[in-house]
Structure formats: structure tokens, C-alpha cells
């Protein structure tokens, strides 16, 4: 059940404080599953509708073939950390291929890339900055594979 998980992102640039934040989840996730990370930077691509339909040629691009597309959006589908662990197990266990987790930039995601996505996730209505949903989308996997290892990290409410 080792199906590799990829994190697969829009961004112009590298940012050192947010890769440190995002770290340590990614060596506590890779001691359960294998794990990859990709940015796709798009160069001059222009603002607003122009650059995120570059952006998401780019990100399409980017992904592995065959895999299973996640969408990380607002418009998606919101799950408890227990549904998400849930999902998560039974994806695992049924699909033999990576699991691309795909954020977009400041703004967003393509329609096409919507529409190619399997699924799509949402950590609430909220509009989050994409550094930030990338930051919490690791920490929110590793909390899912942690709960599906039986370890003493989630602390469901009483």
C-alpha cells in the first residue's frame, strides 16, 4: 500500500520560510509513504485569466500518467480529518498509481484543470493563500496517514 503521493504546485518562486514550515510534515509523511514534490513556475505568463490557463497547462503537464488528480479548492469537497484519512486508506488500497494533490497560485486553478481532476478538495470556504494551503495540506496528509497507522497524533474531539 505504498502509493507514492505528489504535491504538484503553481508558484513564481521559492519561499525559504514556507518550505521550512513545510518540512518537517514531509519527512514525517515520507516514513509512511513515498512522497514527491514539484513546482511549476511559469515565466512572463501574463495576469489574471491568461497566466492561470498557462499555469494550468504547466500543472497538467507536470502530472504523472496514469494518476489520480486532487484539485486542492475552495469549491471542493471538505472533509474531516477522519473522512480524509478514510478517503485516503481506501484510495490507497484501490489504486495502484501515484495521487497528485494539485494547488494553484495566487490565482487558482484552470478550468481545464478542474475538469481533468478526479476529485477536488477543500480545506473550507475560505480563500487561503496557496503557500499556506500547500502548508496545511501536508500537515492535514500527514495527520490522515497517521490516523490510518493507529498513531497518537490526532486527538479527535470529545
Known sequence: MARELLILWAGRRRR???????????????????????????????????????????????????????????????????????WLG???????????????SDVGLSSELMAAARESLSFGPLTLPHELARLVLYEQLYRALSILAGMNYHRPRL
Open 90 to 104: 481506501r484510495l490507497r488500497g484501490e489504486w495502484p498509481h501515484p495521487i497528485a494533490f494539485v494547488l494553484g
Open 16 to 86: 525559504d520560510a514556507w518550505d521550512r514550515m513545510c518540512e518537517p510534515y514531509r519527512q514525517r509523511i515520507e516514513r509512511q509513504a513515498p512522497l514527491s514534490e514539484s513546482v511549476v513556475k511559469v515565466a512572463r505568463a501574463g495576469e489574471g485569466r491568461s497566466r492561470r490557463r498557462a499555469e494550468g497547462k504547466a500543472l497538467l503537464a507536470g502530472l504523472p500518467s496514469p494518476c489520480w488528480t486532487v484539485a486542492v479548492d475552495r469549491r471542493g469537497v471538505a472533509r474531516s480529518s477522519r473522512a480524509l484519512a478514510d
